[in-house]
């Protein structure tokens, strides 16, 4: 699955074993139930309608299924840069309790990544 930014860039994706990695390679977190976690274990947000819905409802990345009826206009996405090498995973941090999603909004929120 890979995820895209509010303007339309390719921020990273997640492999079969749900780990998260830029698409330059970099690892950057793990993909459980749902949901975003950063190799810190901090929650980024939730995937719901093909949106990372952030901490405050609003929408961080989104995937090609994202379904925009659901949240904020979508744009264009722009043509994928191949991509790079995996880097070596680290080990993951304890994550971090999870709250109640918020209300997911319209609005496009700050790429987490």
């Not at 264009?76 to 840069?81: A, E, L, N, S, V």
Request: some cysteine.
């Amino acid at each position: 699955m890979e995820f895209y930014d509010p303007s339309g860039n390719v921020v990273c994706y997640v492999t079969d074993n749900d780990r998260v990695y830029s698409w330059d390679g970099r690892p950057l977190g793990t993909m459980r139930k749902e949901r975003l976690f950063r190799l810190s274990g901090q929650l980024v947000g939730w995937l719901k309608h093909g949106y990372v819905v952030g901490m405050t409802g609003d929408c961080l990345l989104f995937t090609p299924q994202a379904d925009s009826r659901a949240g904020p206009t979508l744009p264009t996405r722009i043509t994928k840069p191949s991509k790079g090498e995996k880097q070596p995973f680290p080990q993951i941090g304890d994550r971090a309790p999870v709250p109640s999603m918020p209300t997911m909004t319209r609005s496009w929120g700050l790429s987490p990544f």
